[in-house]
């Protein structure tokens, strides 16, 4: 399912069949939500009251004076709408007033990757050039400037490095064994010996979210008594330029071959079906470094001769129609769907029905609280029964603030987590 959340809350609509539009119960919640984050954002924006009896008067310039995450196009407007905002606007309060903690991180670069990007004195692509990493390996698709010029097989030879020295990433295996779970990214960084100041992170969350699903599931200890563990990810974007970045798993996985079955719409036409086997860790730039030597045999290019212990599959499609084929030979211990959007998009619809037939573990991740919530909503309406899990804070969400985000709500990918 694609992961952009400038739809949300548009997907639970079409789940109904027996009510119309103007009665659902969460329809307040769909019409509250604007899109946008400030005046000068290109992103188009929706007045909070639009259709409440008279036309807009221009663009929604004036936010909620209590919340601040709805915005309207009139006082007239604000006023008409407040019987539905009301609401919600004390959760969105609530959301608002966790901006502190979603940028609290443990990095030296913490404030110049939260509070000035979000405060526009900072952009994306100024903090990659000022590491040198604009446009380059794996981080060109972290800007919006690098992402508007990549083709998907793009330089596949280069994909698979952290362009970053090997002490600023981890392109070998850890010196010593996990000692207990890891909870941070303090925690993920002492242990591998990694200094505060390295971005590495930024990339190294979609490895981490899926060890720290993997331990809210309830599935932690499985791994220390299994050989092989499947995954099921739904969903993947951005990340099927960044695949090297799962061999991490080997080292948050010792022992186990880690298989993950990759499905989505945006896998290309002509990666369906591919495999890729990864037997160590994203490079780092030091031509001279043996974590190139470690690379060679491998027909994707991205391991030796020794047995793989993480393979990667792409499928391309939706979970539901793809599900029986691929379970075949790959039945999944957990499903994950790393920024999911569920709210926004009808067609999670019988996967969510699929995951409740099937009763595996699943975990998925969004920007922000707000669609979570949403989420949750759709989750309870086609199940008939809350999420399994909660939503919570991951502590492994990236540590960069989504810029020019569709919401008001802070926003940061892989933010929050829930599951089934």
Not at 90 to 99: G, H, N
Not at 167 to 192: M, V
Not at 384 to 413: G, T
Request: hydrophobic fraction near 35%; charge should be neutral; glycine fraction near 6%.
């Amino acid at each position: 399912m694609p992961k952009t959340t400038t739809l949300i809350a548009v997907g639970l609509i079409l789940f109904t069949t027996s009510k119309s539009l103007s009665t659902h119960p969460l329809l307040s919640e769909f019409r509250a939500l604007v899109l946008s984050t400030n005046d000068s954002t290109s992103v188009s924006m929706e007045c909070a009251g639009e259709g409440s009896g008279t036309r807009c008067l221009g663009p929604p310039r004036k936010r909620c004076g209590r919340c601040g995450a709805v915005a309207y196009c009139s006082l007239s407007h604000q006023i008409s709408h407040w019987k539905q905002h009301k609401q919600e606007c004390e959760r969105f309060q609530q959301q608002m007033k966790q901006l502190d903690l979603l940028n609290d991180f443990p990095f030296t670069f913490s404030q110049e990757a939260t509070t000035q990007i979000s405060e526009k004195r900072e952009s994306r692509c100024s903090f990659l050039s000022k590491r040198d990493i604009h446009r380059v390996g794996m981080w060109i698709c972290e800007c919006s400037c690098g992402a508007s010029i990549l083709p998907f097989d793009y330089s596949r030879s280069e994909s698979h490095t952290c362009n970053l020295s090997n002490i600023l990433c981890p392109s070998h295996g850890p010196s010593s064994p996990i000692a207990k779970s890891l909870c941070s990214w303090k925690d993920y960084y002492e242990w591998r010996c990694i200094p505060l100041h390295s971005p590495v992170s930024l990339l190294l969350h979609w490895p981490l979210t899926v060890y720290h699903a993997i331990q809210i599931a309830g599935l932690g200890s499985l791994t220390s008594v299994i050989s092989k563990l499947c995954i099921h990810y739904l969903g993947p974007e951005k990340e099927l330029l960044q695949l090297a970045v799962f061999g991490e798993l080997c080292a948050l996985f010792p022992g186990v071959l880690v298989q993950i079955e990759l499905i989505g719409p945006a896998v290309p036409h002509d990666r369906n079906g591919d495999k890729i086997d990864l037997y160590s860790y994203a490079h780092c730039i030091e031509k001279d470094c043996n974590c190139k030597s470690e690379n060679k045999n491998t027909s994707s290019g991205m391991g030796t001769c020794t047995p793989s212990r993480v393979t990667l599959q792409l499928h391309r499609g939706y979970y539901h129609d793809v599900f029986s084929d691929i379970s075949k030979d790959a039945f999944p211990h957990l499903i994950i769907a790393p920024n999911a959007g569920i709210a926004a998009y009808s067609s999670w619809l019988p996967t969510i029905e699929l995951i409740k037939e099937i009763n595996v573990p699943a975990v998925f991740s969004d920007y922000c609280e707000e669609a979570c919530h949403l989420a949750s909503c759709c989750i309870t309406t086609v199940t008939s029964q809350p999420p399994r899990l909660p939503i919570q804070l991951n502590p492994f969400r990236q540590p960069m603030v989504v810029e020019d985000s569709a919401l008001f709500l802070p926003c940061y990918s892989n933010c929050f987590l829930f599951g089934m």
